[in-house]
């Protein structure tokens, strides 16, 4: 596969659409936690808002400067993580950090099928997981109180 090919997989229309038009890209009223990451290799900024409610995840934005795979990876992770529980959204991070790391046994849902699409690109998961380090931050504090 040529790089060209290669990047062309990367960038497929599912990441570049979330890119161009991103869910939940917005302030967040009242959230219970709040992250804020850089990514000091490229200058990518993400900001998380969660709102937590018997330990379940209520509602989920994000804000800030990425690269289109930040952007998507924020998107993805705002539709797939609403309506779960603490514990099922940090079980979701980390399965995303194991699909990143090549393990092929990581179970994610359909809906984060793009991000599977970085992988092999090593120089590029930090922009994936910017959103998801915000998240696991977002709701340390919900850890505390269930769910």
């Known amino acids: ?9 990367m960038y497929q229309e599912a990441l570049l659409a979330h890119h161009r038009a991103p869910r939940n890209k917005r302030e967040l009223a009242a959230p219970t936690g709040v992250a804020v990451h850089k990514n000091p290799v ?14 379940r995840l209520v509602d989920v934005s994000f804000g800030g400067q990425s690269c289109s ?16 529980t603490v514990r099922e959204a940090l079980a979701m991070a980390d399965n995303l950090d194991a699909m990143l790391a090549g393990d092929a046994e ?8 793009p991000l599977r699409s970085v992988a092999p690109f090593a120089g ?16 340390s504090g919900s850890r505390l109180t269930g769910g």
């Open 1 to 9: 596969m040529s790089s060209v090919t290669s990047l062309a997989a």
């Open 42 to 55: 490229c200058g990518d900024e993400s900001r998380v808002m969660v709102r937590v409610e018997d330990g």
């Open 69 to 84: 795979v930040g952007t998507a990876s924020a998107s993805l992770m705002t539709e797939a993580v609403q309506g779960l």
């Open 106 to 113: 990581a179970v994610l849902p359909e809906t984060l099928a």
């Open 124 to 139: 590029r998961h930090g922009c994936a997981r910017l959103p998801w380090t915000g998240l696991r931050e977002a709701l």
